[in-house]
């Protein structure tokens, strides 16, 4: 059995003004065409399909559109799962309908849940059942009986270990003996293996230190864990769980290649998934530039692409005095290229020469500067100057006793100041 495996597709996102549903309509019309030219059997979206648990009409009907198509591709099923930035029950309304389509949808996970609810079995192209899915959604720790309140970040990341593997081993359990001699493929969103905060836009648990599960709580039995959350690709627990990342980039951090991963089932449920990734192209560049607005603007003329869509923008402008018809130059700039080929500013900085000098001097460590040395530095970044008087007020404030502070606050209630 092939399965193709993608994750955080984050359908109504936006960057800044500049929506990226165009970005998403190219993106599932290749993966429509990967899974005919793939001859893929089942699909798995394991989470974040949107970016908000409250999406636009628009962002539906892509959704809505794309899976009334599947069926096109010789797709026989279609697994998704929910992420944190869904809303389950938003997910979960229309499954019934869904179901018809062979669409399997968990939008969220319940404790006291039938354990059939999160186990999907997969039908090969003959109509017999091939291999079996462990469905799990986004899981809070709260719903598996972890409690923060009275344990240090150690022990709430070893009982929240815990409890996620044993979810996983009893799902297993249950599968495998209902559908004895059958692979075993699972999913999750959570967050494995060497994640920066790049890779993810924000924590899903509680505490920090939790944030990445360790390896065991993936079982044996599952020859691929299609996994979500991390926005770029890499495996986890010898190679038996993969992140497959975001297949459009969400901010202008994500510029590695986007994948989907094919992944070959063995059939022998004690064998290995075989895991192949296939590189998304990419409907549009994200640049980054920075430089005296002179040069910016004619980088901006001469900017070309390849790319189906014209590139987005995250400009940083460095001006050495007040900023004069910013926006007009760099208009100008940008009608160099024909409406509908215009790249799009996604992003505005302006900056003072004394930032960008900052950004290439070595970072002093926090501990050994005083405040008054923070003040300055904050200063010279903003590109102010910190003047003597303002310097020694600061001093004062800082040395000012409770009294002092009592008498400020009642000469302020008072109107003095």
Same mark, same amino acid.
């Given at each position: 059995?092939?399965?193709?495996?993608?994750?955080?597709?984050?359908?109504?996102?936006?960057?800044?003004?500049?929506?990226?549903?165009?970005?998403?309509?190219?993106?599932?019309?290749?993966?429509?065409?990967?899974?005919?030219?793939?001859?893929?059997?089942?699909?798995?979206?394991?989470?974040?399909?949107?970016?908000?648990?409250?999406?636009?009409?628009?962002?539906?009907?892509?959704?809505?559109?794309?899976?009334?198509?599947?069926?096109?591709?010789?797709?026989?099923?279609?697994?998704?799962?929910?992420?944190?930035?869904?809303?389950?029950?938003?997910?979960?309304?229309?499954?019934?309908?869904?179901?018809?389509?062979?669409?399997?949808?968990?939008?969220?996970?319940?404790?006291?849940?039938?354990?059939?609810?999160?186990?999907?079995?997969?039908?090969?192209?003959?109509?017999?059942?091939?291999?079996?899915?462990?469905?799990?959604?986004?899981?809070?720790?709260?719903?598996?009986?972890?409690?923060?309140?009275?344990?240090?970040?150690?022990?709430?990341?070893?009982?929240?270990?815990?409890?996620?593997?044993?979810?996983?081993?009893?799902?297993?359990?249950?599968?495998?003996?209902?559908?004895?001699?059958?692979?075993?493929?699972?999913?999750?969103?959570?967050?494995?293996?060497?994640?920066?905060?790049?890779?993810?836009?924000?924590?899903?648990?509680?505490?920090?230190?939790?944030?990445?599960?360790?390896?065991?709580?993936?079982?044996?039995?599952?020859?691929?864990?299609?996994?979500?959350?991390?926005?770029?690709?890499?495996?986890?627990?010898?190679?038996?769980?993969?992140?497959?990342?975001?297949?459009?980039?969400?901010?202008?951090?994500?510029?590695?290649?986007?994948?989907?991963?094919?992944?070959?089932?063995?059939?022998?449920?004690?064998?290995?998934?075989? $895991?192949?990734? !296939? #590189? +998304?192209?990419? &409907?549009? =560049?994200?640049?980054?530039?920075?430089?005296?607005? *002179?040069? /910016?603007? %004619?980088?901006?003329?001469?900017?070309?692409?390849?790319?189906?869509?014209?590139?987005?923008?995250?400009?940083?402008?460095?001006?050495?005095?007040?900023?004069?018809?910013?926006?007009?130059?760099?208009?100008?700039?940008?009608?160099?290229?024909?409406?509908?080929?215009?790249?799009? $500013?996604?992003? !505005? #900085? +302006?900056?003072? &020469?004394? =930032?960008?000098?900052?950004?290439?001097?070595?970072? *002093?460590? /926090?501990? %050994?500067?005083?405040?008054?040395?923070?003040?300055?530095?904050?200063?010279?970044?903003?590109?102010?100057?910190?003047?003597?008087?303002?310097?020694?007020?600061?001093?004062?404030?800082?040395?000012?006793?409770?009294?002092?502070?009592?008498?400020?606050?009642?000469?302020?209630?008072?109107?003095?100041?």
């Amino acid at each position: 059995m092939r399965i193709l495996h993608t994750s955080d597709w984050h359908l109504g996102l936006s960057l800044g003004a500049l929506s990226l549903g165009p970005d998403h309509d190219l993106f599932l019309a290749w993966l429509r065409g990967a899974l005919r030219a793939q001859v893929v059997d089942a699909l798995i979206v394991a989470g974040d399909v949107f970016d908000t648990m409250q999406p636009s009409a628009d962002a539906l009907a892509r959704y809505y559109r794309f899976l009334a198509q599947v069926a096109e591709t010789g797709v026989q099923q279609v697994v998704i799962v929910g992420g944190n930035h869904d809303s389950p029950s938003r997910l979960d309304a229309p499954a019934e309908v869904l179901a018809a389509l062979q669409v399997h949808v968990v939008g969220g996970y319940e404790s006291d849940g039938p354990d059939d609810r999160y186990l999907v079995p997969l039908r090969g192209r003959g109509g017999q059942v091939e291999a079996v899915c462990v469905a799990l959604p986004y899981v809070h720790e709260f719903r598996l009986g972890v409690r923060t309140t009275e344990l240090d970040p150690a022990a709430v990341r070893a009982a929240f270990g815990a409890r996620f593997g044993a979810l996983y081993a009893r799902l297993c359990d249950v599968a495998a003996a209902r559908w004895p001699g059958l692979p075993l493929v699972g999913t999750g969103h959570l967050t494995m293996g060497p994640a920066t905060a790049d890779d993810y836009p924000q924590a899903i648990h509680q505490v920090g230190s939790i944030d990445s599960l360790p390896d065991s709580v993936v079982d044996p039995r599952l020859q691929h864990l299609a996994l979500g959350h991390i926005h770029r690709s890499y495996p986890v627990a010898d190679r038996r769980g993969w992140y497959s990342g975001t297949p459009v980039a969400t901010s202008f951090t994500e510029t590695s290649a986007r994948k989907v991963l094919l992944v070959d089932l063995d059939p022998d449920p004690a064998g290995r998934a075989t $895991v192949q990734a !296939l #590189e +998304v192209p990419r &409907p549009r =560049a994200l640049l980054s530039l920075s430089d005296r607005l *002179p040069a /910016l603007c %004619a980088a901006l003329r001469g900017l070309r692409w390849a790319e189906a869509l014209p590139p987005a923008l995250a400009l940083r402008v460095v001006l050495d005095g007040p900023p004069v018809d910013l926006q007009g130059q760099l208009n100008d700039a940008l009608r160099a290229h024909p409406e509908g080929a215009r790249p799009v $500013v996604a992003k !505005l #900085e +302006v900056v003072a &020469p004394a =930032a960008v000098e900052a950004d290439d001097a070595p970072v *002093p460590v /926090l501990t %050994a500067l005083q405040p008054e040395e923070v003040l300055q530095q904050l200063a010279r970044y903003r590109g102010l100057s910190a003047p003597a008087p303002l310097v020694s007020a600061f001093a004062q404030l800082r040395a000012a006793s409770d009294e002092d502070w009592r008498a400020m606050l009642a000469a302020a209630q008072g109107g003095a100041l």
